[in-house]
């Protein structure tokens, strides 16, 4: 009884993000985006949700049940992959976003987000082939040498070679200054690597004739530490002359992964047999400089897949909720009457309703993170570069972690709607749930991005990057009270930024005079706490276009209604939250900090 | 690079539970337990610890990772069960607290629920066999004929035959109402059965000749609804002469469950070939009554499962975070320094202390409920009996909920200390995490378990037992001042009790008021609000008894200290969202109780 019509996220709540709460065309002003208009969002948009729902959805669950078989030293994709693949090249995603002079459309990141969302709902295997290519790829395109453009990146935007991202090393989790693989010059200018490798997503595969690993590692004799790394691609196959010959990259096993179980996590050994050649990327020991570079966008696309994949699941519940018939309404108890369908149950209207809350607001904050990642690389004006930026490296992290925790939270709720069913593999939200919980794993652990926002983003530039971000808030509370949004909302909105910026404040003041330390000490609380602050901020967005909606008359009234709804929820139990996190943010608190390892 | 050595639950804190911050062995001041006392308490869970790590825990992955299998229309369970289950039994489990009329030790429940957490946290298949035939046996102790009871309990409780609970039917999940198995009455004095039931647990094996389920069916001409359903006992194979010939009850299938995986969830068809015969047990159209009235000791024994695997999960973490080098402590960037372990790292002991916090407060909040328990069925004076009664019944869905939903969260955060490993079948977490989503499904989904605190047990009785609660809290609050406890705790706590009283009442008096509807809107709210108060009394008991450790000197001095921090956290991060949480369930917010099915 699985429900399967299911729209992986909601095409009218995409619409309302691009067109009503921001005015996502706009950035067609700009000179890179010139070419399109609102005619090519809607022509891709209908393009990726056609091809998301009709070809790539079939395939999850397949690609759920039979993960990549190691045999023979090599790894098999799922035989659907060699249709998928060619499929997502031909739509066009490789290089969606990259400029004309390497083949791609150039359109604004906004819009590739919101059709990337799509993609992974439907199946994020197969759509993580092209995401993590695309990273090995524009990473070669913003620092490699002319001959590596040629020989591997064009490959690799043409669909005929994938990438893989090799960063992680058994001893070096988190801990990228670890990272013991070594690269020896050659004569030929090329480098012979060694090391070992682990969770190599995509690391092999059998539909495409090569992979290019992006690899990281040691120069001989280059410094420790971060300072010491650089990095290397490094192709399974290397090309000589017009063939592809072994390049000593061995697969040493398969990691059994709980979710994502469509692509392959793999243990990789390079220069087994001393045979193995990578070509430096950038400059010697600026390697994780590099990758940095490109971390924003691969979080915010962590961020996509954590609302996408509470997004899918939501819709199931959705549909379930409304079909199963179960018990009766409070009050009426005559068991002659027929069952009623579960989403007459307050609770399970709670249960949904939360759900939306995070997915929706979710995915608003994407979109808004995305719309400051385009003005930051394309914007005419200097001044809109640099601010967008800093409010870019200020929303990133936030736009990573809650999705990850909170679409979790969603993506369990959706389990719990399906009742004993949920608990079985032949309903799918398990299976959503364990593809979900990676997103507070992968691209630096929610600890790391907790870290990251207190201890550096929101401290930037002087306090710059927290002033633009409450200019932001400040500019949507005008608008929500102009149109005539419940004025407690917006109240709420500006006391709670109000408080966040005093902590924040008193908090840097901290680590000015060297109480790193005793500054960091509630970073994971201060993360909760700001995620609450930046979705009602995407809330209260949200409800301005709605009331802005509403005004306007048309067919959409109920979709708007739903909004209110979702935006009371969010402002009646999520907003409270922040005096109490404030609080215990700036109260020095210690049980933590103080707990001795040898107490527990 | 699983770590192997995990304790299950530790004996440090189950005794401290016992004999420090409760004293349960005054308990053997009952004449029920007058042949008991600490000796024995010792003595058993001895055993119940050697066994449950040396021999129990070293099945669980195994079981995990081979389900039973359904063959030729019969399910056989893994084969280690053949020599599990007779071990479990001479282990003296079956009758362990059941009266020496049946062959029973009469030990009090508040040892036995310590005993079996251990056991559920080794391996919760293999216990659930026995879990589930115990409840089945004691239903027929208690409402069988003699006839039932020789032919029946006691070979359960011999463990010659299993027993299970077989209430679900496709179309009656949490709404038992709409059960439709039927019973016809034959000449012979039994019932011939019809009808099919889902998600019958332990429904077939292989390792004991016979199953008896006891089941839930309407006689032919029964009212409809609740007051029409009656409890039968039907064996798979029935007793004719000294044989057992088959008796019609169907294996239709077998779901896939996520966890639990050691034992099968079965349909069942009853009657397919109209031989499908049933004893009544207890009164026709009383079969519900019987049911509710073995209802909280089930549910503490699905809070037992809750607690014990996400002690199970935590201790397998503090052991990874104890070993698991990674980078170094902040400030120290010194690269050739080795790294140190990730336990260092503030984050990762807030993520330990957040699941020592859930673990040891659950089963501090279980030992105390199962306290409750043996005074309501044993205590010779009736008002205390009478009292007991009210507070067991009160606190059984906080007891069933919190470990839950919070050990849930504590399952997490055990994978996450793991990082990329944690996301991995290679190591535990994962599965402990699959096993721990049932807890808030089975046995009263956590809305039902709302409903129920706040739309039953908070009001019970004209508030007495909410009295009593408060007695119970006021009570605890004393010691802890008088040990010397930090004074804010104790002030926070009584605020606390005091708001939520004061919020009760007024939600009681809408309920009064015929307000169904509006006192029931933020149950769900209420009983998370009540399991941080609840759990709150429970950490300010184990501060007073820290304390009172402390001032006596002696070993267990870091052991008292790791108490003290996991109040404080307690007392820090959840007391605080009480103020929040009263405010939403005392404001009329109405956002999911207002929102349309067609908004969403």
Redesign the interface.
Known sequence: MTVSANPLLSDRDVDFQLYEVLDAPALCALPAFSEHSRETFELVLGNVRRFSREVLFPTYRMMDAEPPVFRDGRVHAHPLMRKLYPQLVELGLLTASRPPEVGGQQLPLTLYSMASAYLMAANLSAYAYVGLTIGAAHLLEAFGTPWLREQFMTRMYRGEWTGTMAL?EP?????L??VKARAFPAEDGSYRISGSK??ISGGDQDFTENVVHLTLARIEGAP???RGISLFAVPSRRPEGDRLVDNDVRVAGV?????WRGMP?LALNYGEEGDCRGWLVGEANRGLACMFQMMNEARIMVGLNGVATASVAYHEA?AYA?SR????S??A????QP?T?I???????????RQ?AIVEGGLSLLAATSVQADLAAHSPDEETRKRAGLLLDLLTPVAKTFPAEKG?EAN?LA??VH??Y?????YLP?AWLRDQ??N???EG???IQ??DLLGRKVVAAGGAALQAFSEEVLATVARARQAGVHGPWCAAMEASLEAVLELTMSLGAMGMAGE??QM??H???YMELFSILAVAWRWLAQAAAAREGLAKGGESQ??Y??KL??A??WF??EV??V??LV??CS?G?D??????????
Chains 1, 2 share one sequence.
């Open positions: 992680t001893q070096a989790g988190s801990s200054g670890d682990i969770f420790p530490g971060t990691i059994h992964k709980i979710g996590s959705l409304r018939p179960q018990g009766r409070a009050g108890k005559d068991a002659l069952q369908p989403i007459e149950h307050a609770d399970v209207r709670r249960m949904l309703l939306k979790f369990v389990l719990q009742g004993g949920g608990y079985s593999s032949e398990e919980k990676l507070s794993i992968h652990t929610t600890g907790g870290l790193v330390e960091l000490r970073s994971a609380d109920e979709f209604e739903g709804r979702a009371q929820y009646a139990t409270p939250r005096k109490p609080k215990l109260s608190e049980s933590y900090t103080g707990m001795r390892p040898e107490w527990f």
